[in-house]
Every structure is written in C-alpha cells, then in structure tokens.
C-alpha cells in the first residue's frame, strides 16, 4: 500500500464550478501537509500548506485536513480555465522528505 | 520563475552510459532536494543535502549518487542507464530552516535513455 492515495483522475469541470481534490494517507506521523500545482511541463509550485487538523483558505482555494481520517481536500471555487494542471499532495514527516501523491489532472472547461 | 535552475532542459542518451544533472538553488538556499517524477512512479523523493552534506535519503539506486558542492550547486550522478530511468529529474529548494516545508522546484531536466 502506497503511504499516500490520490486519485489520477483525469477530472474534467466546466467553468465556474467548485473542484474538490482529496488524498488519503497511512501513516499518522505526517505533519505537514501541502498542496503542490504542476502545468504541463513544469515543476511543481507550492500552492497552500496546513500542520494540523482544520481548514485554511487563499483566495478561491481551501485546504482541509482531518488527521483522525488521515484524509486531505482540496477545494477551488469559482475554478477557472487557468486553474488546469496536475495537483499534488504532498505530505511531510520527521525528516525534511515530501511523500507525493500521484497527482490529480484536472481540466476546466470554458 | 522559482529561481531553481536546472541544466540540461533535455538529455538523450544510451543504456550503459553515464550523465551529469546540474542544479542551481535559490539565493540564499542551503537545501537542495533531487526527485524522480515517472508516469507510473509519480514524483519521488531520492535525496537532500543541506549546506554540502546528506541530510536524508529516499528510494535513491546506487547507481545514482549526489553531491552539494561549496557553491551549493548540486550535482546527481546517473550510471549504468536502463530503460527505465527515463523520467522527469527534478531539484528543489529550500532554506532549510523554520520554512523548510516550502520547497521551490526547477524546470527539470527530461531523461530519455534509448
């Protein structure tokens, strides 16, 4: 069993609607917890970070964690064309070591 | 721009045959982290030094190895290629300290062994 599940999709949304993206994990010595976004043929780019349990919002973007569920969320509302990339969690224990997800592509449609 | 520079963009080369990876960090940086990122793999984590010294390994071959030089640019050594090393190489950085969870990635470098 991988140490971090996320669906590869592909998801496909129209224009406007709200996109949630959500990984599960195994081990509860995960600390940090983040939410990397990857356009095509780029390297990743750090897009929201938490350390514990809750919610935390910039802008269109929440990241959600319940630790007691091991289950990390995504959401972007009011998503947009531009919003179109693979979207990684990536999560962090003791040493500085990112475990990633598989990554989710997700296409808005105009 | 992350400001992470990755050289080269691409790289074609044969199996059997051995290539250099360059990595520049961001000014002011002392990590420098290498990951993998394959179709079926995913971005996986091979190794961090921080201010010239290994600081964490993950599912790194022996056939590969890294250094971070004084400068702190890095290096990631690939020997004896196979087919399946063809991938995505990716270095990242941070400063190492209190944000060290925030971690800026290259443009990366493409392998391609035929």
């Known amino acids: 069993q991988k140490e971090v599940e996320q669906d590869p999709g592909p998801l496909s949304v129209p224009e406007g609607a709200i996109v949630s993206l959500n990984c599960t994990y195994s081990?509860?010595?995960?600390?940090?917890f983040m939410w990397y976004r990857q356009y095509s043929r780029k390297g990743p780019e750090l897009l929201m970070y938490?350390?514990?349990?809750g919610n935390k919002e910039d802008g269109r973007f929440t990241a959600q964690v319940d630790k007691s569920s091991k289950y990390i969320s995504l959401f972007i509302r009011d998503s947009q064309p531009s919003d179109s990339a693979t979207y990684l969690c990536a999560l962090i224990q003791g040493a500085q070591k990112l475990v990633f997800g598989q990554g989710t592509r997700l296409t808005i449609n105009p | 721009d992350s400001g992470v520079t990755q050289t080269p963009k691409h790289l074609i080369t044969a199996t059997g045959q051995r290539v250099t990876l360059r990595c520049s960090p961001r000014?002011?940086?002392?990590?420098v982290y290498w990951y993998q990122q394959s179709l079926d793999q995913g971005l996986q984590f091979l190794i961090q030094y921080y201010n010239g010294e290994e600081r964490a390994k993950g599912n790194i071959l022996e056939r590969f190895s890294a250094q971070q030089f004084p400068d702190l640019h890095s290096e990631l050594n690939l020997s004896s290629l196979e087919l399946g090393d063809s991938a995505l190489y990716f270095c990242?950085?941070?400063?190492?300290?209190?944000?060290?969870?925030?971690?800026?990635f290259g443009p990366g470098t493409r392998l391609t062994v035929l």
């Open positions: 000014s002011g940086d002392l990590s």
């Open positions: 081990n509860s010595a995960f600390q940090y």
């Open positions: 938490t350390y514990s349990s």
């Open positions: 990242a950085s941070s400063d190492g300290g209190s944000t060290f969870y925030e971690q800026f």
